[in-house]
Nanobody, 124 residues
Framework: QVQLVESGGGSVQAGGSLRLSCAASGFTYGSRCMGWFRQAPGKEREGVALIYVGDGSTFYGDSVKGRFTISRDNAKNTVYLQMNSLRPEDTARYYC?????????????????WGQGTQVTVSS
C-alpha cells in the first residue's frame, strides 16, 4: 500500500522558516517525480516544487523561487521542502504527491499518490 506521510507544518511569523518532510513507502522510490503542492481556502491546489528523484532535478513555482528548496534523501525515501522567508500568502495546506513513473509535470492530475497534507500558517 502506497503511503506518503507529511510532517513539519505549523505556525510561524512572516520571515520565518519551516521544513516539511514527506516519507514515502509502498512503492519503488526511484525514477519518479515527487512534489509539494499547496491549497489555500477557496483556491485551487497549486504546484510549489517538484523533484525528479532519479537525478535530483528540481523545479519551482514562480512565487517560491529563491525562498523554498526541495531535496530528497534516497536512503530514507524522504523528500523535504525547506521554506525560508515565509509570507502570509504562503499560508495553505501543503500536500506531498508522487507520480507512478516518469518526468515532472505541474498538473495535479499527473500525480497518482497524495498525502493527507500538513498545515502551514504564516502570520504577519
Amino acid at each position: 500500500q502506497v503511503q506518503l506521510v507529511e510532517s513539519g507544518g505549523g505556525s510561524v511569523q512572516a520571515g520565518g522558516s519551516l521544513r516539511l518532510s514527506c516519507a514515502a513507502s509502498g512503492f519503488t522510490y526511484g525514477s519518479r517525480c515527487m512534489g509539494w503542492f499547496r491549497q489555500a481556502p477557496g483556491k485551487e491546489r497549486e504546484g510549489v516544487a517538484l523533484i525528479y528523484v532519479g537525478d535530483g532535478s528540481t523545479f519551482y513555482g514562480d512565487s517560491v523561487k529563491g525562498r523554498f528548496t526541495i531535496s530528497r534523501d534516497n536512503a530514507k525515501n524522504t523528500v523535504y521542502l525547506q521554506m525560508n522567508s515565509l509570507r502570509p500568502e504562503d499560508t495553505a495546506r501543503y500536500y506531498c504527491a508522487a507520480r507512478s513513473l516518469g518526468s515532472c509535470f505541474w498538473a495535479t492530475r499527473s500525480y497518482n499518490y497524495w498525502g493527507q497534507g500538513t498545515q502551514v500558517t504564516v502570520s504577519s
